[in-house]
Each structure stands twice: as structure tokens, then as C-alpha cells.
């Protein structure tokens, strides 16, 4: 029973850090059409930081703790699917790691990237999302 649990702590926490990894990106497209220094750029600063602190960073760290208790109490930690969808959960880390630094890139109105590459980086969690869904319920090897 104590795994089924952890289990649910770790599906809600990956869905609360994958709402925010999507959305995060979709305020910075947002926030690049608005003047440094008018109202619209200094909600949109409040809207990004909350979002951060409130629900992806403790996401991510409830996903980080139960994740490998999960793999520890299923014996998963020895299974080659389980190494490759760690490698993306990493990578997923790692986009985390830098939507975290743009969100203060922001804050400093020191963003020097335009709309169209946060459209494209939109994309990249659910690109990694699907190949650990797959990974995960599959388990193609």
C-alpha cells in the first residue's frame, strides 16, 4: 500500500512540474511583446517567479524524491528503460535549470531572446515528456 502511494505523491507531482514546464515557456512569448518596465512586463515577472517557487521547483523536487524510491522499492533501478527514461527525466532537469535562469533573465528585463524561441523551446518538455510516458508504460526494452 505504501507504494501505491508514492506512486500517486509521483504522478501528481509530475503532472503539477509538466504544467509548469509548459506554461513557463508560453508566459515568456507572452512576455517578450511587452515593454521592459509597463504593468503587462511587471505581471508578467510576478506570474513567472510564483509559478517557479509555487508549483514547478517543489514539483520537481517531490518528483526527484519519489522517483527513486519508486525504482528502489519496484527493483526498476537494474532495467535498461528505467536508465533511459532517467536520462531524459536529466535532460527534463536540465530544461528546468534553464526556463529557472530566464525566469531571473526576466526579472533583470535582460531577455535578449526573441517570441519565436520560446515557442520552439514550448516544445521541448513534451518532446521528452512522451519518451518517458513511453518508456515508463511500455518499457520497450
Not at 506512486?7 to 517578450?32: N, T
Not at 521592459?36 to 515577472?45: D, N, R, W, Y
Not at 531577455?111 to 520552439?120: P, S
Amino acid at each position: 500500500m505504501t507504494y501505491l502511494w508514492i506512486k500517486a505523491v509521483h504522478v501528481i507531482a509530475i503532472v503539477a512540474w509538466m504544467a509548469g514546464m509548459l506554461y513557463l515557456p508560453r508566459l515568456f512569448v507572452y512576455h517578450c511583446d511587452a515593454p521592459a518596465g509597463s504593468p503587462q512586463s511587471e505581471t508578467f515577472k510576478v506570474m513567472e517567479r510564483r509559478l517557479l517557487r509555487l508549483i514547478v521547483n517543489p514539483a520537481m523536487i517531490a518528483a526527484w524524491i519519489t522517483g527513486p524510491v519508486l525504482a528502489w522499492m519496484g527493483g526498476f533501478y537494474l532495467a535498461p528503460w528505467f536508465h533511459a527514461k532517467l536520462t531524459l527525466v536529466v535532460l527534463m532537469s536540465a530544461v528546468h535549470g534553464y526556463l529557472a535562469r530566464t525566469v531571473k533573465t526576466f526579472a533583470r528585463d535582460a531577455n535578449a531572446r526573441d517570441a519565436k524561441f520560446y515557442r520552439i523551446l514550448n516544445e521541448v518538455p513534451t518532446v521528452l515528456l512522451v519518451g518517458i510516458v513511453i518508456l515508463v508504460v511500455v518499457k520497450p526494452f
